[in-house]
């Protein structure tokens, strides 16, 4: 199969964030589109200047369509592959108003999307070899979940839940409610027998407990590697086992090495470090 | 005056802004909010885990209002302040369910806008003392801006432009199309009397233009030091003068100790360490 | 615990749902209420007039808070339990003009999605004792998936995937496409660890490649009782085993006996029987 | 004149329409999509498995037009048409994963209105040669009445009021908050010149007063049929003669052979028969 | 009945004129609400500066109640009322923020709508006692239709059809597709058997063709008040004469001395003398 | 350059614009359209009846690309242009049901947008010469601010500021709750660096404190042509001089005579002339 790279979310979705961003920038209207001819054409390039991993094409993409149907964008490189300093990514070419209107809320998407993709990228790769994977949580930045659940794809780790709706996470406050871990998962499970089932636990004979009860998942939270370790050697290939809380790059080999099946931070999508692309005017 | 920090944007901005996150999160339904008894209550603290400069207290309470209005939120602390390892934050009181629901979504905001409050507050404490006043840019998280607009003024910096429409900033192509420096700040300020014209500009030749074209602001783009001095000793208290261009927190300090009136810099919100909170239930 | 029936969607999509509605009915506005006066009040009781299952109570509810505070509602029934001809299902009170403004629009959510609800408890009747679990599918009222969906669980069935999101089905066409089941379930795995992943067979050797591949749930389509008693004989307890094609109320009960976990039919939600319910003026 | 049949309701609705169904089954994303090659290219037919009358054509064409502009759609029947099993009603054309994408939000909305359609033809055609129009009512699936309405005249039926803008209904408790019928109709033909304005009653007498008001129909609720041949030979031609209240496809001919000019009933809308449509893979 | 003035369009219309107008003023935030005290409260009367008849009460109310729901308005005088200069119209109470931050949008929508109101009266006042019922058309202010038309309402006159939906008015394009008036009206009648049908004629000899076609209206296009007599002369009391094309305050009068039942005019809402409305701060 | 006419607001603001207003004309469905063939087509050319200058295309092109993209409008002046009665504003070619549905709609945006454009370029012409910029205000008609700003661009005015966002005017409130005018334009240019500062006064006292508070621009609010001289001869050249307040076309070449900066009158955007615009059809 070709170009099978991550998909973005539904076109709804890019259309939505895009309209949002558009709004913020342009508010009542552009005040220095008309100091350019209006007829003025433009092409441009945009260049990365840093190394990075690709990441918000179709955002972009959709920022110029809603801006002026006659801007053309041709990409040089897939959303998801890697980008070297002075790479350019792709080229731009149409009304000069509409470029120039555009350009920032075009850029801020890929500066943003790609900065959570690269972050992943790192992650993925500090625990290559390890058949861990990289799994993101539901910290992310207000607005713009779909969009990072997406760069985090395209940086190679997978998705946790997207919201309250798709996985059952059964924590503390659940178990106390139910009685046991036990009652709660059997709860869950008669609720919603379709949904990925999991635990979250704190202790060995918590991890035990959601073993018995039939969940198909455990978060094992803030587990040192040791415990990790015996958790593994009790559990793998029976239920899913995740590591998870306060794991960042530094730790997280160690924590891959331990032989977990899925690490989960949050550390992915709550902080950024934004990559620098800009327009180089042609 | 009392109770005159800075003011979020308008009721409308933070409802939509909340009922965009919650929908992110929520989706179809909470699939696990029927594992806690419905008529069951909590009471929590908002605990912040490290030193940090508080912001966002409007959306994390509007969160609950859209939710379930019989939460009540009472806040410790007020926007702008600064908060300590194991502060708590506020109190949340109200039904279990909905406390728990509202969770994450909630805290995001908390901890996104508090990390650009703190980061901006970094950056003015750098330049304090020399009079400089740190500028946002338009290098913002798409869907945010307005909220991080309001975090960087929590955090003691001001707002340049919030987008294409409250201000004007001549840039290159503005300029050749207009033919000088002249021409495109002549036909600017006819078509937008009311409107803050700047120029941005990147030799003290071009400086020299733009201070005759009747311009208010220039945007001195990647000056050296020493060019900021000159540009300084030859226009200070005629014309605002902006240092822009790759400042970073290490060097905002040289920058502000030239003497310029403004430094903006895009790396109060393109970019987030995201501050750490969470909740504890008593 | 208590009170802990189904919950309806979240209160976003139920105050869209009943928006729309009112919307449809009041277009530019209700011509008649002005015949009423102003300060006149009412009070009537909703009647049921069949045996039924209620489901509907949220939108009943808010459609009248959206048209006027001042009506107020109290249910003498749950969503969930039996109805008999001519039990007063509830009390509505308050201003005249709201009361009949609204009459239509709240009766229609109460009489459709009442009227899924009682569909699903035949079903899930018919199937008493089997062990068998009643699943929806997709093919829903447009517009009113959600709201379906919870009254499916009213009716006492349980939900199948809500749509393309939060589970993965592998049909025919991926089959092809990915050149076989194998290797379609493992493209899908790789990509959604999180989520359900269930594979359409039409042959019980397409269910022995199924299951081999590591697929959570077949969906035996179209199979006859016989060969669904091979399919429990061979996997009954390692795999999901769910029944589906053109079940109905007439079929439910042999195909249940057959052994089978989950039986899903399109006939819960893409037909409908309305339930009788009107207002009686006190 | 050509292509005349009954025209859906404005392009915007079918938007809105579409829009929210396919915001239900797509939510965050298409999981399944990915398993198809992005350059596969599909043709199907979609099957009517059952004698129907279609309609819904605008409404499929949009939710392929919403996900992808290059799927092509071309119609071997027109809204209104009576289907046979095993008719081809359309050829759908274009990249495969959109195509499976939409094909449950598409087929939904085809069975859905041809479903009210079906039921409506079966009304009309009970009271062919009598001269009779069959009326649908407000008692419609919410968020789709306009969608029904538009069904109702494909299957040869005509609208009453789309709601309470567009008519006015002057019913018992208007009579008793204005005094008389008389009062009424006085008020309402004062308040709304422009508008149909019907008169709902119970007994002869009241017919009597509705007529002498000047009201132009009068709604004759739950008449038997003695009581509708005395309505008829009192006033037919001078007043618009409407039979109303639990008419059934049973009951319907001898309602229509009293000479009433008109009869309404919910059935057509609130109750549905899903036509059984599928999609061929070619 | 008491309260009994015509009623604004729903809730939902005037939330949404608000929220719209709001957006307008507000866009991404009050800059000045913060020079004033966030706890100072302040006490003011809207004053009316000339003679005017009141219309807008509903969506001032509105504009405050989006803004702090901690300010209150009490009204002196109801919507159709006629003012005099120097009337306290009302008294708004409250935070002194929201009051400020709201004057330009309430007052706005007062001084719009009460115009509206005023020409009206004017026009009604202008026929009186000649039974002449005034009516408006559809040239109205984009996006203030309902708005302006239930002004018209305030001031006395009555509402032509809202819109392409809830009448139909056949023209001139029409009657040449159709091949004559009857044929028009035949087909008209055949498909939308509940709404007024109106017919525009240009000649005496088209008039009679309309009224033997069996339509209820016809629109008497830029007829002289000969022909305007004649035409009563012919068909009073047998169907709606209405009168239309060109007519302004002067001539109207003229008009309604022919005997005409109606007389529409655009000039009711396309063209406005806004009234002077403004805040005195106690 | 050439094009370079004033903007109309972002495609976004034209579009919503657009789309309310056909949304109150459509409602649920164009019930004449269908009096039409689905396949004639029309050409007609809208003519303007009156002098006026014209300014709306934007808004009478998306109306048109909104209802059917097959309608293509060719425009024979720009906006801003005058025309003479009798001159054919634009030609309207395409289906004839869809020029004939959005005739109304498309029409409304002309006549209201040229009524306000003709308007301000009257005031326009009344300064000639006397280099006094005639600025608008923020009462404008609800919903319309954006439009009618850039129909007063096309008039030759130019805009105030937008609402409350885009500039700074303190007033009396600010004055007396900051304690000083030197107290309140200060804390406003602390908060707010990059917008323009103005400050209404009433006295030459107040001005002279304006002046000294570093303010940009003074607000003469209904002073009397003899203390706007002194008002100018005090301070021209050294802060933006805007006299208003009760300026009509009468007193404006008056009030400009005094040798003031700008004069900003509500007359411009709340009352409005609407331009008698038709279409004739071939």
Redesign the interface.
């Known amino acids: ?4 790279g ?8 890019v259309r939505e ?24 054409r ?1 092409e441009t390039r945009v260049i990365c200047r840093e190394d990075a991993v690709l990441a918000g094409r179709a ?1 972009f993409d959709e920022t110029y369509a ?3 149907a006659g801007v053309s964008v041709e990409w040089f490189f897939d959303d998801g592959e890697r980008l070297r300093p002075d790479d350019a990514v792709c080229r731009v070419d149409g009304p ?1 108003r509409a470029i ?2 555009g350009e ?2 075009a ?3 890929l ?2 999307l790609s ?1 959570t993709a690269t972050r992943t990228r790192r992650y993925v790769e500090a625990v290559a070899d390890t058949g861990a ?1 990289i ?1 993101d949580t ?10 990072q ?2 760069a985090v ?1 395209c940086g190679g780790g ?17 178990i106390s ?2 009685g046991s871990i036990r009652a ?1 998962v059997g ?2 499970r ?7 089932l999991g635990v979250e636990v704190e202790t060995l004979d918590q991890l035990d407990q959601a073993f018995e009860s039939g969940a198909q ?1 455990v978060l094992l939270d803030n587990f040192s590697t040791d415990r990790l370790i015996e958790a593994v050697q009790r559990y793998k290939g029976r239920i899913g086992l995740e590591a998870s809380g306060g794991i960042t790059l530094k730790s997280v080999r160690d924590v891959a090495l331990t032989g977990v099946d ?1 690490i989960s931070t ?1 550390d992915l999508t ?5 990559v620098d692309f800009s327009m180089r ?1 042609m």
């Open positions: 199969m070709k170009n099978n991550p998909l973005p979310p539904s076109a709804m979705t964030d895009v309209r949002r961003a558009i709004q913020e920038d342009f508010g009542p209207g552009d005040c220095t589109a008309q100091l350019i001819d209006a007829e003025a433009l955002w809603q801006i002026d000069a120039l209107s920032r809320t850029l801020n998407f500066q943003t900065g994977i799994l539901r910290k992310t930045l207000p607005g713009l979940r779909l969009a659940k997406y794809r997978s998705n946790h839940r997207i919201g309250l709706f798709d996985a059952i996470l059964v924590k503390e406050n659940h409610a139910a709660a709860r869950a008669g609720l919603y027998p379709d949904l990925l998942r899925f949050g709550k902080s950024l470090h934004a005017f």
